[in-house]
């Protein structure tokens, strides 16, 4: 079907929100031209149907290392920074600070403002049947105040139950919700919009060892390294939930609306502990906590293409608002469309208010260098530790693991991106750490505060 065909019957969306993912935690070689980029254990056969039908993204970037930041973004296509929500809600009541440590952390926002126009609700608007079920956690007011006509409730990591192992119980139930939902509008002959967010591996420790114990296993039947696939992600439950991507997939094809509809599939970060071939994981700004698989198929999507263009989680909010005919945004969306990349067969111009991507993360959470920010433009990336006010340079198309750090080498490009960065948050009047004027000299907060190690390898 020829996207102007497509752009006229009005398509639907269905978008599949991963929990905690490596880029390279899926049995799909993200990147043609990195090996490495596919691990060798982990079997999604249902994310491969996906990424053959349509296309995958080599350098794709979640919004945060974090849950609640990434999602804020991607439902609104505004950064985390603009957003004032760069932070994880877990029920804690801090807000990323460390007694004793250099910078204080600033505090962000843990609810989404009512003022925020979400995707469900844009789309909506505009005619469509909108849902959500699953991992909601961008604040305890229902997806159905956001625009989203039917949802299972605001929640969070523990699920509907608030238990400590949701899955694989709540994995199956959101994909029978999601079914009933498309069986019902398709019946109707109502667009739709739905969004089956997933949630975690987590258990008690038990439970953890047993499912280490299988992984080990099967990673030694297959030949691999089960160190290197999970990054501390739980296999079995990233096995069930590509199992339950074949029931949606099954269900379009059924209800005859397949060929009308966009599929989505991404994580909203990257998984906790190592993500060979990158660096780093989940809370903190090296590419393992940032760099996350993204396919898309659909009508107009030409099959098996991978796409080298830079795109963020940011983006899909424009893209899928241009994909539903819905011309207007809100004021300060900060993603482009990739309808461009979509129609262009990888290639094309994904206009974006700004050039470079900043990823804002002015917290303690689980990686020693503390609060700091990412700016990635062309080859370079440039991270901000604010401790320290250290600078570091990587050239990823060099240093795919970010082990090369340019700066002292360049130090105009390191001046030219800080500048950037500077120019970029203050745009988004972005929340920034403050210097602890109460901190004796010398004085380092413990690193057992801070998260453990958080780079090359070591402990996270």
């Known amino acids: 079907m020829s996207f102007a ?41 249902n994310l491969e149907r996906i990424a053959a039908q349509g296309m995958r993204f080599a350098s794709a970037y979640a919004p945060s290392p974090r849950c609640t930041p990434s999602r804020a973004s991607v439902f609104t296509g505004k950064s985390p920074a603009q957003l004032h929500m760069t932070f994880v809600n877990e029920g804690r009541g801090d807000n990323g600070s460390v007694a004793g440590a ?58 509907p139950e608030n238990v400590e192992t949701p899955n694989p119980k709540q994995a199956f139930a959101i994909t029978r919700l999601g079914m009933d939902f498309m069986a019902r509008q398709a019946k109707a002959g109502k667009p739709f919009y739905l969004q089956v967010c997933h949630y975690a591996g987590r258990g008690p420790e038990g439970a953890l060892k047993e499912t280490l114990a299988s992984v080990t296993q099967r990673a030694a039947a297959r030949g691999g390294n089960a160190g290197r ?12 939930m590509d199992t339950t991507v074949g029931l949606l997939l099954v269900k379009l094809k ?48 030409a099959p098996g293409i991978c796409s080298r263009a830079r795109v963020s989680g940011t983006d899909l909010f424009p893209t ?23 129609t262009g067969g990888g290639k094309g111009a994904v206009k974006r208010p700004r050039e470079e991507f900043v990823i804002h993360f002015p917290h303690y959470d689980k990686d020693a260098d503390g609060p700091a920010s990412a700016i990635l433009l062309g080859n370079f990336k440039l991270m901000r530790i604010y401790e320290t006010g250290a600078r570091r340079l990587f050239d990823l198309s060099k240093d795919l693991a970010e082990r090369n750090d340019l700066a002292k080498q360049m130090p105009d490009k390191v001046a030219e991106l800080d500048r950037r960065l500077t120019e970029n948050l203050a745009a988004v009047s ?9 901190l004796p000299p010398g004085q380092v907060p413990p690193d057992a505060k801070r998260g453990g190690k958080g780079k090359k390898g070591k402990k996270q």
Request: proline share 8%.
């Open 430 to 438: 972005a929340q920034m750490p403050t210097i602890n004027a109460n």
């Open 229 to 240: 696939d999970r990054g501390l992600v739980d296999i079995a439950v990233m096995e069930d």
């Open 5 to 45: 065909a497509n752009a006229a019957s009005r398509p639907n969306f269905l978008f599949i929100f991963g929990e905690g993912q490596g880029w390279a935690s899926t049995s799909i070689q993200m990147d043609d031209t990195a090996p490495a980029s596919k691990g060798d254990i982990v079997r999604t056969p």
């Open 102 to 159: 250099r910078v204080n952390a600033p505090r962000p926002l843990m609810e989404m403002p009512a003022s925020e126009v979400m995707i469900g609700g844009l789309l909506k608007r505009a005619g469509y049947a909108t849902a959500h079920f699953g991992k909601w956690h961008v604040g305890r007011v229902s997806p159905k105040e956001h625009g989203y006509d039917e949802t299972d409730g605001p929640n969070n990591n523990g699920g």
């Open 320 to 342: 899928i608002a241009e994909l539903a005919g819905v011309r207007e945004l809100p004021r300060g969306v900060e993603g482009g469309s990739l309808v461009p990349l979509l």
């Open 254 to 301: 059924e209800l005859g609306i397949a060929e009308n509809t966009y599929v989505i599939y991404t994580p909203d970060h990257g998984s906790q502990g190592r993500n060979v071939p990158l660096t780093g994981g989940k809370g903190g700004v090296w590419d393992g906590g940032i760099r996350v698989p993204l396919l898309i198929a659909g009508p107009g999507v």
